[in-house]
Protein backbone atom coordinates (compact mmCIF):
# COMPACT_ATOMS: atom_id res chain seq x y z
CA UNK A 1 0.00 0.00 0.00
CA UNK A 2 1.77 3.65 -1.22
CA UNK A 3 0.56 6.20 0.82
CA UNK A 4 -0.43 4.15 3.32
CA UNK A 5 -0.41 7.24 6.51
CA UNK A 6 -2.50 9.65 3.40
CA UNK A 7 -6.26 10.50 4.05
CA UNK A 8 -6.92 7.72 1.22
CA UNK A 9 -4.30 5.48 1.82
CA UNK A 10 -4.58 5.39 5.99
CA UNK A 11 -8.09 3.89 5.83
CA UNK A 12 -7.37 1.66 2.91
CA UNK A 13 -4.44 0.09 4.51
CA UNK A 14 -6.73 -0.53 7.86
CA UNK A 15 -9.04 -2.22 5.73
CA UNK A 16 -6.76 -4.63 4.37
CA UNK A 17 -5.17 -4.87 7.49
CA UNK A 18 -8.15 -5.98 8.62
CA UNK A 19 -9.80 -7.86 5.47
CA UNK A 20 -8.90 -11.69 6.01
CA UNK A 21 -9.29 -12.22 1.92
CA UNK A 22 -5.65 -9.69 2.16
CA UNK A 23 -2.39 -9.82 4.05
CA UNK A 24 -1.10 -6.60 4.04
CA UNK A 25 2.86 -7.34 3.39
CA UNK A 26 4.40 -3.65 2.90
CA UNK A 27 3.45 -0.02 3.40
CA UNK A 28 5.19 2.95 1.74
CA UNK A 29 5.47 5.97 3.44
CA UNK A 30 7.85 7.89 3.77
CA UNK A 31 7.48 9.78 7.10
CA UNK A 32 7.11 5.80 8.99
CA UNK A 33 9.69 4.01 6.91
CA UNK A 34 11.79 1.90 8.81
CA UNK A 35 8.35 1.47 11.41
CA UNK A 36 5.61 -1.16 11.22
CA UNK A 37 2.03 0.56 9.52
CA UNK A 38 -1.12 -1.66 10.07
CA UNK A 39 1.00 -4.46 10.98
CA UNK A 40 3.23 -4.26 7.81
CA UNK A 41 6.81 -3.43 7.63
CA UNK A 42 7.03 0.36 6.21
CA UNK A 43 9.17 1.77 3.58
CA UNK A 44 10.51 5.12 2.28
CA UNK A 45 9.83 4.29 -1.36
CA UNK A 46 7.68 2.06 -3.56
CA UNK A 47 11.02 0.68 -5.11
CA UNK A 48 12.31 -0.57 -2.06
CA UNK A 49 9.37 -2.15 -0.88
CA UNK A 50 8.94 -4.72 -4.43
CA UNK A 51 13.00 -5.03 -3.83
CA UNK A 52 12.03 -6.17 0.10
CA UNK A 53 8.92 -6.99 0.51
CA UNK A 54 7.39 -9.77 -1.14
CA UNK A 55 3.34 -9.11 -2.82
CA UNK A 56 0.98 -9.72 -5.87
CA UNK A 57 -0.96 -5.97 -6.48
CA UNK A 58 0.89 -2.64 -5.40
CA UNK A 59 -2.35 0.05 -4.41
CA UNK A 60 -1.15 3.34 -5.32
CA UNK A 61 -2.71 6.63 -3.30
CA UNK A 62 0.17 8.88 -3.73
CA UNK A 63 0.18 11.31 -6.05
CA UNK A 64 -0.04 12.86 -9.35
CA UNK A 65 3.48 13.10 -9.83
CA UNK A 66 4.58 9.71 -8.67
CA UNK A 67 2.34 7.28 -9.75
CA UNK A 68 3.50 7.09 -12.72
CA UNK A 69 6.94 5.92 -12.08
CA UNK A 70 5.18 3.73 -8.88
CA UNK A 71 3.22 1.96 -11.69
CA UNK A 72 5.71 1.01 -14.09
CA UNK A 73 8.31 0.46 -11.62
CA UNK A 74 5.58 -2.23 -10.39
CA UNK A 75 5.10 -3.87 -13.53
CA UNK A 76 8.97 -4.68 -14.38
CA UNK A 77 8.80 -6.23 -10.80
CA UNK A 78 6.19 -8.74 -12.11
CA UNK A 79 3.42 -6.85 -9.57
CA UNK A 80 -0.32 -5.62 -10.18
CA UNK A 81 -1.00 -2.15 -9.75
CA UNK A 82 -4.54 -1.09 -8.38
CA UNK A 83 -4.18 2.70 -9.40
CA UNK A 84 -6.15 5.53 -7.13
CA UNK A 85 -4.11 8.58 -7.21
CA UNK A 86 -5.17 11.17 -9.90
CA UNK A 87 -3.09 12.60 -12.42
CA UNK A 88 -2.42 10.23 -15.18
CA UNK A 89 -3.43 11.29 -18.64
CA UNK A 90 -4.63 9.51 -21.59
CA UNK A 91 -1.18 9.27 -22.94
CA UNK A 92 0.02 7.93 -19.80
CA UNK A 93 -2.55 5.18 -19.65
CA UNK A 94 -1.71 4.00 -22.85
CA UNK A 95 1.67 3.49 -22.11
CA UNK A 96 0.89 1.61 -18.78
CA UNK A 97 -1.25 -0.71 -20.88
CA UNK A 98 1.44 -1.53 -23.20
CA UNK A 99 3.62 -2.63 -20.54
CA UNK A 100 1.45 -4.51 -18.16
CA UNK A 101 0.23 -6.20 -22.06
CA UNK A 102 4.34 -6.79 -22.64
CA UNK A 103 4.37 -8.52 -18.61
CA UNK A 104 0.77 -10.49 -19.41
CA UNK A 105 0.21 -8.15 -15.70
CA UNK A 106 -3.10 -6.46 -14.85
CA UNK A 107 -3.63 -2.84 -13.42
CA UNK A 108 -7.11 -1.16 -12.40
CA UNK A 109 -7.44 2.20 -11.89
CA UNK A 110 -10.55 4.20 -11.25
CA UNK A 111 -10.77 7.84 -11.50
CA UNK A 112 -12.70 7.02 -8.10
CA UNK A 113 -13.21 3.93 -6.59
CA UNK A 114 -16.43 5.16 -4.64
CA UNK A 115 -19.33 3.01 -5.43
CA UNK A 116 -21.86 6.16 -5.92
CA UNK A 117 -19.43 7.83 -8.51
CA UNK A 118 -19.35 4.52 -10.31
CA UNK A 119 -22.55 4.74 -10.83
CA UNK A 120 -22.61 8.40 -11.33
CA UNK A 121 -20.28 8.06 -14.47
CA UNK A 122 -22.60 4.88 -15.13
CA UNK A 123 -25.21 7.07 -15.82
CA UNK A 124 -23.27 9.88 -17.25
CA UNK A 125 -22.51 7.36 -20.15
CA UNK A 126 -25.71 6.42 -20.76
CA UNK A 127 -26.51 10.08 -20.85
CA UNK A 128 -24.18 10.65 -23.77
CA UNK A 129 -25.33 7.99 -26.09
CA UNK A 130 -28.89 9.77 -26.33
CA UNK A 131 -27.62 14.15 -25.80
CA UNK A 132 -25.33 15.91 -28.02
CA UNK A 133 -24.79 18.66 -25.68
CA UNK A 134 -22.86 18.09 -22.37
CA UNK A 135 -19.83 19.56 -20.30
CA UNK A 136 -18.96 18.99 -16.88
CA UNK A 137 -17.41 20.85 -13.97
CA UNK A 138 -15.78 19.79 -11.13
CA UNK A 139 -15.10 20.82 -7.36
CA UNK A 140 -12.41 20.58 -5.18
CA UNK A 141 -10.14 21.32 -2.54
CA UNK A 142 -7.64 24.26 -2.51
CA UNK A 143 -4.66 21.62 -2.10
CA UNK A 144 -5.62 19.60 -4.90
CA UNK A 145 -2.52 19.71 -7.01
CA UNK A 146 -4.18 18.50 -10.40
CA UNK A 147 -6.67 19.31 -12.30
CA UNK A 148 -9.01 18.20 -13.53
CA UNK A 149 -9.69 15.56 -10.88
CA UNK A 150 -9.46 11.74 -12.10
CA UNK A 151 -12.84 11.05 -11.33
CA UNK A 152 -13.86 14.15 -14.29
CA UNK A 153 -11.06 13.18 -16.13
CA UNK A 154 -11.59 9.13 -16.50
CA UNK A 155 -15.64 10.49 -17.41
CA UNK A 156 -14.69 13.28 -19.80
CA UNK A 157 -12.38 10.85 -21.71
CA UNK A 158 -15.12 8.07 -21.59
CA UNK A 159 -18.11 10.68 -22.83
CA UNK A 160 -15.49 11.80 -25.74
CA UNK A 161 -15.24 8.43 -26.75
CA UNK A 162 -18.99 7.98 -26.76
CA UNK A 163 -19.52 11.13 -29.01
CA UNK A 164 -17.95 14.44 -29.05
CA UNK A 165 -20.55 17.09 -28.03
CA UNK A 166 -21.90 19.74 -29.89
CA UNK A 167 -20.79 23.54 -29.69
CA UNK A 168 -22.21 26.51 -31.90
CA UNK A 169 -18.49 28.34 -31.30
CA UNK A 170 -15.71 25.61 -31.01
CA UNK A 171 -14.40 26.87 -27.26
CA UNK A 172 -10.53 26.90 -29.28
CA UNK A 173 -11.80 29.62 -31.17
CA UNK A 174 -13.57 31.72 -28.81
CA UNK A 175 -13.27 35.56 -28.82
CA UNK A 176 -11.44 36.81 -25.83
CA UNK A 177 -9.87 34.19 -22.83
CA UNK A 178 -10.76 30.80 -24.28
CA UNK A 179 -9.54 29.80 -21.32
CA UNK A 180 -12.56 30.48 -19.53
CA UNK A 181 -14.74 28.01 -22.01
CA UNK A 182 -12.75 25.40 -19.58
CA UNK A 183 -10.17 22.78 -20.47
CA UNK A 184 -10.72 20.14 -23.77
CA UNK A 185 -10.11 16.73 -22.52
CA UNK A 186 -11.07 13.83 -25.38
CA UNK A 187 -13.07 17.20 -26.93
CA UNK A 188 -15.17 17.71 -23.67
CA UNK A 189 -15.24 20.81 -22.04
CA UNK A 190 -14.12 20.45 -18.13
CA UNK A 191 -14.34 23.37 -15.79
CA UNK A 192 -12.25 22.90 -12.83
CA UNK A 193 -13.20 24.65 -9.61
CA UNK A 194 -10.83 24.95 -6.23
CA UNK A 195 -11.89 26.98 -3.20
CA UNK A 196 -12.61 26.42 0.54
CA UNK A 197 -15.87 24.45 1.66
CA UNK A 198 -15.52 22.24 -1.63
CA UNK A 199 -14.45 18.78 -1.24
CA UNK A 200 -14.69 16.60 -4.31
CA UNK A 201 -17.51 16.99 -6.65
CA UNK A 202 -18.37 16.20 -10.65
CA UNK A 203 -21.39 17.58 -12.10
CA UNK A 204 -22.31 16.30 -15.78
CA UNK A 205 -24.87 18.56 -17.55
CA UNK A 206 -26.76 18.05 -20.43
CA UNK A 207 -28.87 19.72 -22.86
CA UNK A 208 -31.14 18.86 -25.04
CA UNK A 209 -33.53 22.08 -26.78
CA UNK A 210 -34.74 23.99 -23.62
CA UNK A 211 -34.17 21.32 -21.39
CA UNK A 212 -31.21 20.42 -19.00
CA UNK A 213 -30.15 17.15 -17.23
CA UNK A 214 -27.81 17.44 -14.62
CA UNK A 215 -25.88 14.13 -12.89
CA UNK A 216 -23.60 14.91 -9.37
CA UNK A 217 -21.89 13.23 -7.50
CA UNK A 218 -21.14 14.70 -3.81
CA UNK A 219 -18.27 13.31 -1.77
CA UNK A 220 -16.68 14.45 1.45
CA UNK A 221 -13.12 13.73 0.43
CA UNK A 222 -12.18 13.98 4.40
CA UNK A 223 -14.00 10.22 4.68
CA UNK A 224 -12.52 7.78 2.41
CA UNK A 225 -14.40 4.96 4.00
CA UNK A 226 -16.59 4.90 0.91
CA UNK A 227 -13.47 3.99 -1.07
CA UNK A 228 -12.58 0.78 0.62
CA UNK A 229 -15.16 -1.85 -1.31
CA UNK A 230 -13.96 -0.60 -4.72
CA UNK A 231 -10.62 -0.58 -4.03
CA UNK A 232 -10.65 -3.73 -2.69
CA UNK A 233 -12.84 -5.20 -5.40
CA UNK A 234 -10.27 -4.02 -7.46
CA UNK A 235 -7.41 -5.53 -5.95
CA UNK A 236 -9.09 -8.92 -6.04
CA UNK A 237 -9.90 -8.78 -9.76
CA UNK A 238 -6.83 -7.50 -10.89
CA UNK A 239 -5.15 -10.49 -10.59
CA UNK A 240 -7.27 -12.00 -13.15
CA UNK A 241 -7.24 -9.49 -15.60
CA UNK A 242 -4.46 -8.69 -18.02
CA UNK A 243 -3.72 -5.16 -19.21
CA UNK A 244 -5.17 -1.56 -18.18
CA UNK A 245 -8.83 -1.52 -16.99
CA UNK A 246 -10.12 1.87 -16.33
CA UNK A 247 -13.55 2.48 -14.40
CA UNK A 248 -14.75 0.87 -11.21
CA UNK A 249 -18.05 0.53 -12.87
CA UNK A 250 -16.41 -1.99 -15.39
CA UNK A 251 -15.46 -3.78 -12.19
CA UNK A 252 -19.26 -4.27 -10.68
N1 LIG B 1 -9.54 7.08 -7.08
C1 LIG B 1 -10.18 7.51 -6.00
O1 LIG B 1 -11.27 7.06 -5.67
C2 LIG B 1 -9.58 8.59 -5.17
C3 LIG B 1 -8.37 9.10 -5.51
N2 LIG B 1 -7.75 9.99 -4.72
C4 LIG B 1 -6.43 10.39 -5.13
O2 LIG B 1 -5.48 9.71 -4.31
C5 LIG B 1 -4.34 10.53 -4.14
C6 LIG B 1 -4.07 10.70 -2.65
O3 LIG B 1 -5.12 11.44 -2.08
P1 LIG B 1 -5.19 11.69 -0.52
O4 LIG B 1 -5.16 10.41 0.21
O5 LIG B 1 -6.32 12.61 -0.29
O6 LIG B 1 -3.82 12.49 -0.29
P2 LIG B 1 -2.87 12.55 0.97
O7 LIG B 1 -1.95 13.69 0.71
O8 LIG B 1 -3.65 12.54 2.23
O9 LIG B 1 -2.06 11.18 0.91
C7 LIG B 1 -1.05 10.91 -0.02
C8 LIG B 1 0.06 10.21 0.71
O10 LIG B 1 1.01 9.75 -0.24
C9 LIG B 1 2.31 10.05 0.23
N3 LIG B 1 3.20 10.19 -0.90
C10 LIG B 1 3.27 11.20 -1.77
N4 LIG B 1 4.22 10.95 -2.68
C11 LIG B 1 4.75 9.76 -2.36
C12 LIG B 1 5.78 8.97 -2.93
N5 LIG B 1 6.46 9.37 -4.01
N6 LIG B 1 6.06 7.79 -2.35
C13 LIG B 1 5.39 7.38 -1.28
N7 LIG B 1 4.40 8.09 -0.67
C14 LIG B 1 4.11 9.26 -1.23
C15 LIG B 1 2.13 11.36 1.02
O11 LIG B 1 3.20 11.55 1.92
C16 LIG B 1 0.79 11.12 1.70
O12 LIG B 1 0.96 10.46 2.93
C17 LIG B 1 -4.63 11.84 -4.88
O13 LIG B 1 -4.09 11.75 -6.17
C18 LIG B 1 -6.15 11.85 -4.96
O14 LIG B 1 -6.63 12.61 -6.03
C19 LIG B 1 -8.29 10.41 -3.54
C20 LIG B 1 -9.51 9.95 -3.15
C21 LIG B 1 -10.28 9.06 -3.98
O1 LIG C 1 -9.31 14.94 -2.62
C1 LIG C 1 -8.92 14.43 -3.69
O2 LIG C 1 -7.78 14.65 -4.17
C2 LIG C 1 -9.81 13.53 -4.41
N1 LIG C 1 -9.46 13.09 -5.59
C3 LIG C 1 -10.22 12.20 -6.40
C4 LIG C 1 -10.19 12.68 -7.84
O3 LIG C 1 -9.19 13.29 -8.27
O4 LIG C 1 -11.16 12.44 -8.56
C5 LIG C 1 -11.62 12.00 -5.93
C6 LIG C 1 -11.84 12.12 -4.51
O5 LIG C 1 -13.19 12.06 -4.16
C7 LIG C 1 -11.09 13.14 -3.78
Known amino acids: MAGATGLSGGTIAAA ?3 DPRFDLTACVARS ?12 ATVAEALTEAEFDVLVDYTQADAVFAHTMQAIDAGRRVVIGTSGLT ?74 KPAFEVDP ?11 GSVNGVQ ?8 YSATVT ?18 HSADILVPGTL ?4 KVMGITGLLRGLDNLL
Open 16 to 18: FAA
Open 32 to 43: SAGEQVQGAPCF
Open 90 to 163: AADYAKIDDAARAARLGVVASGNFALTAALMTRFSLMAAEYLDWFEIIDYSRPKKTDAPTGTARELAERMGDIK
Open 172 to 182: ATVKGEPGLRG
Open 190 to 197: VHSIRMPS
Open 204 to 221: STFAAGNSRLTITHDADS
Open 233 to 236: LAAQ
